[in-house]
């Protein structure tokens, strides 16, 4: 059992105690009437109701397999259900999986990019992309998209986050097709709009980037409210896109490869390594999740 658990084993200790105070009450009460039970060569006594509050089951000690959507009211894997029967499955989430921190990145964007809402506003993005000029939508938990967000050219400004869950935008054919410093800031702030009412629900913020040639990625922050409470000044972002752009100038890189070496590195700069998932969305739409390796090399995952 993982030592994360141990709040299981007080809850098996408390059964064992009332298994045996039943069962020691019903022999004594059986021995006059029905007969004796519970002994060698007699049946079993009944014992009485026990409830036991079990987190839902995992492999591997991790989320349970298909993403780990808990039902509302329940309690998530290895949380403290003895303490905290109300801990995991709502904190907020209503009936829809996306308001769920404890959901994985895979099945949080299949779920955007089988959100009709969504889908058609990534169309228009992609399509946008080939233009000049960035243009940004945000959308709600449930897909309802924002107005369409005109912006400059190389850069959207998304405003008010409030009561928005995550955003798309588009780059330009003379633009870097891959996420930068300011799209890792804007990241941070749909975190922060998530409110901190349970840090977890940080988790739940995306930002997506379409640009020419296919080029499609999303981030995911996967820390909680208090890693996103990071700040940059307007030049720390400054310096931040410089060395960003410097790089790009030096080593031009022509694969996502290349270009997923380059936004790692600008978050190993901002000081979100672990922070922030990276995936990669293919042309026929399979996701991936790319990793960074020790070598500086990355690795993408499709998702199952």
Not at 36 to 41: E, K, T, Y
Not at 218 to 232: E, H, K, R, S
Not at 250 to 279: C, H, I, R
Request: glycine fraction near 16%; aromatic fraction near 8%.
């Amino acid at each position: 059992m993982s030592s994360d658990a141990d709040n299981y084993n007080e809850i098996l200790g408390l059964f064992r105690a009332q298994y045996l105070k039943s069962n020691l009450k019903n022999k004594n009460l059986n021995k006059g009437a029905g007969g004796p039970c519970g002994f060698d060569g007699a049946p079993p006594c009944d014992i009485e109701t026990v409830v036991i509050t079990i987190g839902g089951g995992g492999g591997g000690g991790s989320l349970p397999p298909g993403g780990g959507w808990v039902p509302p009211g329940g309690c998530g894997p290895y949380e403290d259900c003895l303490h905290n029967p109300d801990a995991g499955g709502t904190a907020g989430s209503g009936d829809n999986p996306n308001n769920n921190p404890n959901i994985n990145p895979c099945d949080k964007t299949k779920s955007n990019l089988e959100n009709p809402n969504i889908k058609a506003k990534i169309t228009e993005l992609k399509a946008q992309s080939t233009q000049g000029g960035e243009k940004g939508v945000m959308f709600k938990a449930d897909g309802t998209p924002s107005a369409t967000i005109p912006g400059g050219d190389h850069n959207v400004g998304f405003g008010d986050k409030t009561g928005y869950q995550g955003g798309y935008h588009n780059h330009t054919p003379s633009g870097i097709p891959m996420l930068s410093p300011p799209d890792i800031e804007q990241l941070l702030q749909f975190a922060l709009a998530q409110g901190n009412g349970n840090p977890t629900n940080a988790s739940n913020a995306y930002l997506g980037m379409v640009a020419p040639n296919g080029m499609h990625y999303v981030i995911l922050f996967n820390g909680t409210y208090n890693d996103a409470l990071v700040t940059f000044s307007q030049q720390d972002l400054d310096d931040h896109v410089t060395r960003y752009q410097t790089r790009y100038g030096m080593f031009k890189p022509s694969t996502p490869e290349g270009y997923e070496k380059l936004f790692f590195k600008s978050l190993n700069d901002m000081g979100l390594n672990g922070k922030v998932t990276l995936q990669r969305i293919e042309s026929d739409g399979t996701i991936k999740t790319v990793t960074k390796n020790d070598n500086g090399t990355t690795t993408a995952i499709p998702c199952l």
